[in-house]
DNA sequence: CTGAAAGCGCTTACAG
DNA sequence: CTGAAAGCGCTTACAG
C-alpha cells in the first residue's frame, strides 16, 4: 500500500505539499494540486488515520455504549446522538456491553488509550456507573441516568417520578394488588423508589412476594414472570421498569390463559416501536429518546473541547402512554 | 498524560524495557518490572494505542456493520461474530448503516485507514454489496448473502428455498392468493424468487397487486401494508420478508379487524425474539445467527492472516417454524 | 506557494 | 537483561 512519501516522490513534490493536498490547505497552487490529487488517484493511495490521528491527537471518534442492541430504545437514543456527532464532523461508533462492567471498562480504555476521544454510556451498569462518578478523568457522558457530579454529566428523565405516574395510574384505575417488575440497570432503583412512594401515598401495604426480578432477555424474563403469576395470590396489575419486560409479561400472561386488561392490567417503561404493535398494545413512559442522545452528545463536546468545563446535568421531560394493556372495561 | 518517556526516565530504565514490561516481553529482569510497573502505577501511564497500532501496524479491532439496531435478528449474528474475535483477543465494534451506501463507505474507509483490520458487513445495501463484489482490496466478509467472489466472502442460508419453503407451506394450508411483502435489503430479491418459484409450481398466477413494498420501519410498514390489506380483492395469506413486516402485517390486521389466522395467515422470516412473543405467535424462518456470525468472523481472520487465501463461501442450514399466524383452525 | 525537519508515542532488530 | 537508534505515517511551525 502507497504511503504519503510514495505520492509526494511520484508527484515530484514534498511530503508536506502532499498533506496539504489532503487536507485542503488554500495555499496549494491549483496546477500542483491536480498534480498530486492524480498521483493519489493512480496510486489508490489511503491516508493512514492511525499516522495522522497520532500526530494530531484527535482521531474524531466517539463511542456510545449501549447494553445490547436487541432493545429498539437505544436505536433511538443512539440516532440524536449521531445527528450532532454528524453536525460536528465526528463519527460514532457503537458498543454493546451486556451490562457487564468488564467490557464497558475495554470500551473505556479505547478512550483512555487514544482511539476515541470520548464515550457516551447508555444505561450503564452500577460498578461502570460508580467508577465513573468517583474515577473518571476522561470526556464521558451518562445518559439515562440523571446521578451525577463533576466527573460525569448526566441526561435523563425523572426516573422516580415516571415510575410513580405510572404506578398512580393503576392505582386509579382500582388496583391495589401491583407487582414490580425489576432489572439490573441501573435506573430500576430509581423506579423502585418511585413504585414505592405511590403506594405508600395510597396506603398499600408492599408485599415482597410481589416484587419480581427478571432478566431483559425474553426467554429468561418469561421464566421469571411465570413464577409471579403463577402464585395463588397473584397481583392484578404489574408495572415493569422495562417494555421488553412488560412484553414478557404479556406473554406469559397469554400462556396462563390470564386476560390482560380484563384479569391483569400492566405497564411497561421505555415506549419501544414494538409496545405499539403488541397485542393488546402496551401502557408505557416514554421518554425523549432522541433528544436524550443529541444533548448527551452535546455535553460530550463541551466537555472535549474544555476538560475542565463546568457542565449541568440535563433533566427532560417524559409521558405517560396509555394504550390497551391498562384499558378500564 | 504521561507517556512512555516519563514513565522511562521516572523509573530510571530506556523506554525500550518499559515497552517490553507494557508488553510483557519475558526477558525483563523481575526487579526491573516491579519498579516499571510502580511508575506506571504512580503515574496512571495509560499507552498510546495510536503509537502503537501505528508501530506495529495492527489495531486488533474489527468492525461488524449492521443495518440498524431495531432488528434484533442482528444481535444474535454479532454476538456469534463476537464470539471468535474475542477468541483471537480482538474486539469488534458495531456499525449501524440505515442500509445507507454513504454510511457503509465511511466504516469501510475505517478499515482502509488501518483504524479496524477489516469488516463484517450484515444484509449490506445492494450498492455496497456491488462495490465489495467488484472493487474491494481489504479483508471484508458479507453476512446474509451467499452470491459472491473473491473479493468478498459470504455467509448465508439458501434464502431463494427458505422463501420458496416458507410459501409451499402456505400453499400446503390451502392458500392461492398469496401475496409478497417485499423490502429494500439485498436479500428480498432472492426470496422474492422464492416466492415465485412455488407459486408457479403449482400453477398459481403471480398478481402484481399482491406483491407490495414496505419499509423496515414500524409506522412506515403498517402504512404500507394496510393498503394491501385494505383492496377489495385482498390476499389470504402474506409472506413478509422479515419479522418486522409481517409483525406490522399483525398489527395492520388487527387494526382492520381481520383475524389471523382465520382470515389472513402470515409468515414472516428471521425468527427474532420478538416474533414468539407475539399474539397470535408469528410463523417464521429461523437462520442460525449465531453461527452465521461466528463462520463470518473465522473468515475474516482467515482474510486477514493471508490477504490471498482462498476462502470458501458458506451456506448454513435453515428452518421454517409453524406458530400460531399459520395454524389450521 | 513550497520544502526540510522535527516530532506525535510507540516497537524492535541490533549490539553489548 | 538492557539501551541507543531507527522508523511506523502523518502534520505543522519555520524559513524562504
Redesign the pocket.
Known amino acids: ?1 502507497a ?3 510514495t505520492v509526494a516522490k511520484e508527484a ?9 493536498v ?2 485542503n ?9 491536480r498534480k498530486v490529487e492524480e498521483v493519489i488517484e493512480k496510486l489508490k ?4 488515520m ?3 490521528s ?4 484527535q482521531s474524531r471518534l466517539l463511542l456510545a455504549l449501549i447494553p445490547n442492541i436487541s432493545n429498539p430504545f437505544y436505536a433511538k437514543v443512539v440516532s440524536g446522538i449521531e445527528s450532532v456527532a454528524k453536525a460536528n464532523r465526528y463519527n460514532i461508533m457503537l458498543c454493546t456491553t451486556d451490562s457487564n462492567p468488564e467490557r464497558e471498562l475495554l470500551y473505556y480504555d479505547m478512550v483512555k488509550k487514544k482511539l476515541a476521544e470520548g464515550l457516551i454510556s447508555i444505561d450503564p451498569s452500577s460498578e461502570f456507573y460508580e467508577m465513573l462518578t468517583t474515577t473518571n478523568r476522561y470526556p464521558v457522558v451518562i445518559c439515562g441516568e440523571h446521578v451525577g457530579n463533576d466527573h460525569a454529566p448526566c441526561v435523563s428523565i425523572d426516573n422516580a417520578k415516571a415510575a410513580y405516574k405510572a404506578v398512580k395510574h393503576l392505582i386509579a384505575l382500582g388496583h391495589r394488588k401491583i407487582a414490580l417488575v425489576n432489572s439490573n440497570i441501573y435506573t430500576a432503583g430509581l423506579r423502585q423508589q418511585g413504585y414505592l412512594k405511590a403506594l405508600e401515598e395510597h396506603g398499600i401495604e408492599v408485599n415482597p412476594r410481589w416484587i419480581a426480578h427478571a432478566d431483559l432477555n425474553f426467554e429468561n424474563a418469561q421464566q421469571d414472570v411465570r413464577e409471579l403469576l403463577m402464585t395463588e395470590d397473584r397481583p392484578t396489575a404489574v408495572f415493569a421498569v422495562s417494555d421488553t419486560i412488560a412484553i414478557s409479561v404479556l406473554k406469559a400472561a397469554k400462556d396462563l390463559d390470564i386476560k390482560v386488561p380484563e384479569e391483569l392490567v400492566v405497564s411497561g417503561f421505555d415506549n419501544i416501536d414494538f409496545s405499539s404493535v403488541m397485542n393488546p398494545t402496551l401502557t408505557t413512559i416514554s421518554q425523549p429518546m432522541f433528544e436524550m442522545g443529541s444533548h448527551s452528545a452535546a455535553m460530550l463536546f463541551k466537555r472535549i473541547a474544555d476538560r475542565s468545563a463546568a457542565i449541568k446535568n440535563v433533566i427532560l421531560d417524559h409521558d405517560l402512554i396509555i394504550r390497551e394493556s391498562t384499558m378500564n372495561y
Open positions: 500500500m504511503d504519503i512519501h515530484g513534490v514534498s511530503v508536506a505539499t502532499v498533506s496539504r489532503l487536507n490547505h488554500p495555499s496549494v497552487s491549483l496546477k500542483t494540486r493511495y489511503e491516508p493512514n492511525l499516522g495522522k497520532l500526530r494530531s491527537s
